[in-house]
């Protein structure tokens, strides 16, 4: 059995901790002076060994949370019309 290191365990949490990690894990690896090149070989895997994301899916999510903070800040009204599917 192979062993996994630390390197591909930091990889793996940020890719089950969703897509912002992902992005951040991404621009991580393309900077080998700040992370050791192992974590940077690593997190280079999440710019194109990912599972497929469900586009529908990522426009939902971003829809729902634009409107959650829109109506946190008071910026929505009740019979504004936001976005239409």
């Not at 062993?3 to 365990?9: E, K, Y």
């Not at 991580?28 to 060994?49: E, G, N, T, Y």
Request: hydrophobic share 40%; net charge negative; aromatic share 4%.
């Amino acid at each position: 059995k192979q062993q996994t290191t630390n390197a591909q365990r930091v990889a793996a949490a940020l890719e089950n901790l969703g897509p912002t990690f992902v992005k951040f894990g991404q621009a991580l690896s393309s900077r080998p002076d700040i992370v050791p090149q192992s974590l940077a070989a690593a997190l280079a895997k999440l710019q194109d060994d990912m599972e497929p994301f469900d586009t529908d899916l990522a426009k939902d999510i971003v829809l729902r949370e634009l409107l959650k903070k829109n109506l946190e800040r008071g910026s929505l009204q009740g019979g504004d019309v936001v976005a239409e599917r």
